[in-house]
Antibody, heavy 124, light 111 residues
Framework: QVQLQESGPGLVKPSETLSLTCAVS?????????WGWIRQPPGKGLEWIGS???????YYNPSLKSRVTISVDTSKNQFSLKLSSVTAADTAVYYC?????????????????WGKGTTVTVSS | QSVLTQPPSVSAAPGQKVTISCSGS????????VSWYQQLPGTAPKLLIY???KRPSGIPDRFSGSKSGTSATLGITGLQTGDEADYYC????????????FGGGTKLTVL
């Protein structure tokens, strides 16, 4: 059974860098799939942040691209998110998820396994 | 403002059927596959439907998905109180910007 677990600071100061890690168990990241992050501000909907393949290729939400870095550590079977220059607008529950992406012409992209989420508050 | 448009809320009685719509454009729903997620209160989203109408293992056949043109629909039959949740549609957007987009979510109330 594939399981994902987020970890990282629950409080980050404005202008600093948010750093989260997602540990994967029950499946080797090197075996395939994309691995990424989605966030949900309090009382609001889902926002896709980005994803990474085990080879290191990445996709990022254009609205966050200048501030986001997603990396993978296959030796530890985990991947990470860094979001720089945070503001109060980055306060959210952050989920990591296994993501499937395939197609030619028409594409399928969905998240089939989710972590439980971790709350990050940006405040001084 | 979400790229995909969903009704903020729907409601129905136990045992009844409900549908939730998701409207987009040719760059997203019109040319790509749609997925649906259920988010029970205080929990992470859960995949209900992928590739427009496929159910992952363990999802009951009370849940169904369909797509027509630039719109998609989630159907739930035999409503149960445990189905009360927020439901989100999502898809790939093939516009100039690479992106995954979601609807704003629909709150289902089982009366």
């Amino acid at each position: 059974q594939v399981q994902l677990q987020e970890s990282g600071p629950g409080l980050v100061k404005p202008s600093e860098t948010l750093s989260l890690t997602c540990a994967v168990s029950g499946y080797s990241i090197s075996s395939g799939y994309y691995w990424g992050w989605i966030r949900q501000p309090p009382g609001k909907g889902l926002e896709w942040i980005g994803s990474i393949y085990h080879s290191g290729s990445t996709y990022y939400n254009p609205s966050l691209k200048s501030r986001v870095t997603i990396s993978v550590d296959t030796s530890k079977n985990q991947f990470s998110l860094k979001l720089s220059s945070v503001t109060a607008a980055d306060t959210a529950v952050y989920y990591c998820a296994r993501q499937d992406y395939y197609g030619s012409g028409s594409y399928s992209y969905y998240m089939d396994v989710w972590g439980k989420g971790t709350t990050v508050t940006v405040s001084s | 403002q979400s790229v995909l448009t969903q009704p903020p809320s729907v409601s129905a009685a136990p045992g009844q059927k409900v549908t939730i719509s998701c409207s987009g454009s040719s760059s997203n729903i019109g040319n790509n596959y749609v997925s649906w997620y259920q988010q029970l209160p205080g929990t992470a989203p859960k995949l209900l439907i992928y590739d427009n109408n496929k159910r992952p293992s363990g999802i009951p056949d009370r849940f169904s998905g369909s797509k027509s043109g630039t719109s998609a629909t989630l159907g739930i039959t035999g409503l149960q109180t445990g189905d009360e949740a927020d439901y989100y549609c999502g898809t790939w957007d093939s516009s100039l910007s690479v992106n995954v987009v979601f609807g704003g979510g629909t709150k289902l109330t089982v009366l």
